[in-house]
Nanobody
Framework: QVQLVESGGGLVQAGGSLRLSCAASRSIFSINVMGWYRQAPGKQRELVATINSAGTKVYAGSVQGRFIISRDNAKNTVYLQMNSLKPEDTAVYYC??????WGQGTQVTVSS
């Protein structure tokens, strides 16, 4: 397993941007798929975006065109650039190294 630490969350106004980072405890070069999930209060955890080792990206429809996932294998870090944020993006955001390593989460709050 790999330990993951998210950072970059915070409070932002609607329309603003944030960049989340997920730092891994070891090389992610051999980890095929990395992803971001989020969980809003009273809701199930949902997929936000994934990226595989070939650089193929998959996004949830609700964030398509606004969020960008990327990975830097040299820095053992995965990023989530979030633009045009909406109040409904408010959630705890979690990083995942497939198949089953999770970070502790970082809170993102978007005010209207």
């Amino acid at each position: 397993q790999v330990q993951l630490v998210e950072s970059g969350g915070g409070l932002v106004q609607a329309g603003g941007s944030l960049r989340l980072s997920c730092a891994a405890s070891r090389s992610i070069f051999s980890i095929n798929v990395m992803g971001w999930y989020r969980q809003a209060p009273g809701k199930q955890r949902e997929l936000v975006a994934t990226i595989n080792s070939a650089g193929t990206k998959v996004y949830a429809g609700s964030v398509q065109g606004r969020f960008i996932i990327s990975r830097d294998n040299a820095k053992n870090t995965v990023y989530l650039q979030m633009n045009s944020l909406k109040p409904e993006d408010t959630a705890v955001y979690y990083c995942k190294a497939f198949p089953d390593s999770w970070g502790q989460g970082t809170q993102v709050t978007v005010s209207s």
